[in-house]
């Protein structure tokens, strides 16, 4: 019989059904998971858009405390100049481009002039759903139960930095798992202007509590940075520990954060049960457009950024009769996490919060936001839009952990 055509349940019955301590059937039926691939319960990479082939609000981004690639948050405090997100392609020849990866996330830092003040931080992230992970099949109360942890980096420094996994434990306090991401995974620093893969395997631990619902269930990052207000000399625990003044994130070395217009790269982020890292699970690119319209949704063509002066891919009515407060029902394609935040932008200039009628653009108004759907009407025309217009705007839906 071919492996592939092997279940999971049967498998984890065969190994609970032999000889051996708690531990070791648990690390043999992880060792077994991977085998099965997608055969074995559908995708395992509990991250979305971990390739970054997804990135509906543009191309390139100077602000702080912003996503620019769908489902990544890159936030920041106390900087002199704000770093630059960038959605750019993966050099041929090298070693994530031989595995299938085109595009990547890059930061670009800005001149910190005032050099590494003990506030200022610069953190990566992305929010799981809690109820992807309380059933992507991870006992996380059991310290013999692992996740692993893998992805490629490319810093134009030398040196490592710190990474983390976080939730909350039984009490609704926060805990960490701290480790350092290096070329052997905690010690030497990184090289310079190369590709890395960097792997960790995560245990479970009895305190942890994740709640299955749509809501913050386990958060992945890395830090670029971070100032001595919130980190203190230590090793990384490689332990889940609840965040306080004796457990905060080990020193990191500002040597990436003082240098001018330095860069760090990042693509093929992927977390799955098990204590292996396996080959990554490249999802077809309408799939994971699906997944993140979960969270994000807009009306421009995908390549188009929001707020650009556009009818092209527009909402469009058209007011038979003469009408006060005209507007139309949006359906969205994907169902949300949540009722959404949803701006609306003119067409003729991309201005927020317009609606496009006969008489220009006028005071817009999203109204009824459900998670499938919601009402915008034009607020300023109590007189009314005149008889056969068109009625026009466009639309983002944000409903981010």
């Known amino acids: ?30 060792d077994i998971k991977p085998l099965l691939g997608s055969s074995g319960g559908g995708n395992k990479n509990v991250i979305i858009n971990g390739d970054f082939q997804i990135s509906q609000r543009g191309s390139s981004l100077t602000s702080a405390n912003a996503y620019l690639c769908d489902r990544w948050k890159f936030q920041t405090g106390g900087l ?23 595009k990547a996330l890059k ?22 759903e809690g109820h992807i992970m309380a059933n992507c099949g991870w006992d996380y109360k059991n310290p013999n139960s692992k996740m692993t942890l893998s992805f490629w980096i ?14 909350t434990n039984t009490n609704g306090t926060s805990v960490h798992y701290m480790y350092d991401y290096s070329i052997d995974d905690g010690g030497s620093n990184l090289t310079a202007d190369t590709w ?11 305190s942890l509590n994740i709640t299955n619902g749509p809501n913050y269930g386990l958060g992945f990052g890395i830090f670029p940075f971070q100032g001595t207000n919130t980190t203190t000399s230590r090793s990384p625990s490689n332990a889940w520990q609840s965040w306080n003044t004796s457990n905060k994130t080990p020193d990191v070395t500002s040597t990436w954060y003082t240098t001018n217009n330095a860069t760090l790269e990042i693509t093929g982020v992927q977390l799955e049960v098990g204590n292996v890292a396996t080959e990554f699970d490249h999802r077809p690119l ?3 457009l699906e997944l993140c319209q979960r969270y994000y949704q807009k009306s421009y063509n995908i390549s188009t950024a929001p707020g650009t002066a556009t009818a092209t ?33 003119g067409t003729s200039t991309g201005s927020t919060g317009k609606i496009n009628a006969d008489s220009g653009e006028g005071n817009g108004q999203a109204t009824y936001i459900g998670e499938k759907n919601f009402f915008a009407h034009r607020q300023d025309d109590s007189t009314g839009v005149n008889v056969n217009v068109y ?11």
């Not at 100049?81 to 595995?99: F, H, I, K, M, R």
């Not at 930061?107 to 003040?117: D, F, L, M, P």
């Not at 890395?196 to 009895?206: A, D, E, L, M, V």
């Open 154 to 167: 490319k810093s134009s420094v030398a040196q490592k930095f710190p990474g983390f996994l976080y939730t």
């Open 80 to 102: 002199d100049e704000n770093c630059t997100q960038d959605w750019v392609d993966v050099a041929s020849g090298t070693s994530p481009y031989g595995l299938g990866f085109r």
């Open 1 to 30: 019989m071919a492996l592939n055509t092997v279940s999971s349940d049967r498998l984890s019955t065969n190994v609970k059904n032999t000889n051996f301590t708690a531990a070791e059937k648990q690390d043999l039926t992880d």
């Open 313 to 345: 891919g527009s909402i469009v009515n058209t007011a038979y009769a003469a009408i006060a407060y005209a507007g139309n029902s949006v359906q969205l394609p994907v169902r949300m996490r949540a009722a959404p935040t949803v701006t609306l932008y």
């Open 286 to 288: 309408t799939q994971e």
């Open 107 to 128: 930061i670009t830092n800005g001149n910190q002039t005032s050099g590494a003040g003990a506030g200022d931080y610069l953190e990566l992230y992305q929010y799981i």
């Open 391 to 401: 009625i026009r705007f466009q639309f983002q839906a944000v409903a981010e952990l």
């Open 196 to 206: 890395t893969k960097i792997t960790h395997t995560f245990p479970g631990n009895s």
